[in-house]
């Protein structure tokens, strides 16, 4: 285990939440000094940190404790009604994993998903620039998982492989194809991938109970939050 007392973080100015209306955060960072070591990322994982771009982060809000990291164990998964139909819809999909890169396909379904879905968010609007930022970074760890129908792409989920799990660090999907509910599948899928590669969870950043958006992760039974420092598993 690496010693994680040497490290270095920064803390930012109170910010606007990006989550919860009226609220005001506050962004603890790794050092963007330190180097993007797999095993130092896998440790600060395990104390609800998650990566965005080249950075690694978590919230460090002083008044609010809402964002409380959630993660998947790969074993053990008990599918609902719901979710074995989404697994049946989306049977007929293929899943490949690439190294990650720019390119006007993947950029083309970016931008349509957040004019379609995030219009409202800080990420509106969508730009060549923001989306390499983000996403596209030469990772030894990070994958994109194409997800095809007879060669279209309908998603793509960009995902950290890690010691002790997969990190789901965004997905974007076609957002004309709301029957097929991509999202999820997507989850279910990594949730399953883990369990082949022996990996321990999937991570899913951050829920947060007043905000809708991030219902659908507690979906997922049994999942683990993490609350004062120690992962509780709701079943």
């Not at 963007?32 to 998650?50: N, T």
């Not at 396909?105 to 968010?121: C, K, M, P, T, V």
């Not at 991509?182 to 022996?198: D, K, N, P, S, T």
Request: hydrophobic share 35%; net charge positive; with cysteine.
């Amino acid at each position: 285990m690496t010693s994680l007392a040497r490290l270095r973080f920064y803390a930012t100015q109170p910010h606007t939440c990006s989550y919860l209306p009226g609220e005001q955060a506050t962004t603890l960072f790794l050092d963007p000094s330190q180097p993007m070591d797999v095993q130092v990322y896998a440790e600060l994982s395990e104390m609800g940190f998650r990566r965005s771009g080249d950075h690694l982060y978590r919230p460090h809000c002083q008044r609010c404790t809402a964002c409380i990291p959630a993660r998947i164990p790969a074993e053990g998964i008990r599918l609902n009604r719901q979710q074995r139909r989404i697994l049946k819809r989306n049977a007929d999909l293929t899943v490949t994993s690439v190294r990650p890169s720019f390119s006007e396909e993947y950029y083309a379904l970016y931008a349509d998903y957040i004019e379609q879905r995030h219009a409202d968010g800080d990420m509106y609007p969508p730009s060549r620039d923001q989306f390499q930022t983000f996403l596209v970074r030469d990772l030894p760890f990070c994958r994109f998982y194409e997800f095809r129908l007879e060669g279209r792409l309908l998603a793509l989920a960009v995902t950290d492989v890690l010691p002790n799990g997969l990190s789901a660090v965004y997905t974007f999907y076609d957002p004309h194809e709301e029957q097929r509910s991509l999202g999820r599948f997507a989850i279910l899928w990594q949730v399953g991938e883990a369990a082949r590669l022996g990996l321990n969870a999937i991570y899913l950043g951050y829920w947060i109970k007043n905000c809708r958006k991030m219902n659908y992760k507690t979906e997922y039974r049994p999942i683990e939050l993490l609350v004062n420092q120690r992962w509780i598993t709701l079943s």
